[in-house]
């Protein structure tokens, strides 16, 4: 996996994967920036919302549950010193479909936390408290 970082102006980068796909970031007025992109620290949360719910939804699908909407709430406390690292990171899952088994959301989102979701295992392994919930819904 490779990427590139281009610094724009100020505290303002473009984030170019490996892929050809970019964001930007930047930083608080009072940092120097013009709040015109996600903060870094912002961009890692939603990157362990993101693969978690990658995994919820292609679990179910092999599990033949009909999944029609998948949201993935994050919810990320910071520690108060230098470097400021994650403590904890909640993610609230809203799962909707047509006739979803509590049971089977319930597996798809143990099953990302504890085998398949690499960026909230990575983060785990390095002290963070990664909590999930979930919520049927129907749709």
């Given at each position: 996996m ?10 303002m ?5 490996g892929?050809g796909?970019?964001i930007v970031?930047?930083?608080?007025p009072e940092s ?10 912002e961009?890692?949360?939603l990157?362990v919302?993101?693969?978690s ?10 599990a ?8 993935a709430?994050?919810e990320?406390?910071?520690?108060g010193?230098?470097?400021s690292?994650?403590?904890?990171i909640h ?6 479909g ?6 089977q959301?319930a597996?798809a ?15 785990k392994q ?7 919930d979930?919520e049927?819904?129907?749709?």
């Amino acid at each position: 996996m490779k990427g590139r970082i281009k610094w724009v102006e100020g505290v303002m980068f473009v984030a170019e994967s490996g892929t050809g796909h970019g964001i930007v970031l930047d930083g608080a007025p009072e940092s120097g920036g013009r709040n015109l992109g996600m903060r870094p620290m912002e961009l890692v949360a939603l990157g362990v919302g993101s693969c978690s719910s990658y995994d919820v939804v292609t679990i179910l699908k092999k599990a033949r549950q009909q999944v029609t909407r998948c949201e993935a709430e994050v919810e990320a406390k910071r520690v108060g010193t230098t470097p400021s690292v994650f403590e904890s990171i909640h993610l609230h899952f809203v799962v909707a479909g047509k006739d979803l088994k509590a049971a089977q959301v319930a597996r798809a989102v143990e099953l990302s936390a504890d085998k398949y979701c690499s960026a909230s295992i990575m983060l785990k392994q390095a002290g963070v408290e990664i909590t999930h919930d979930y919520e049927v819904v129907e749709d």
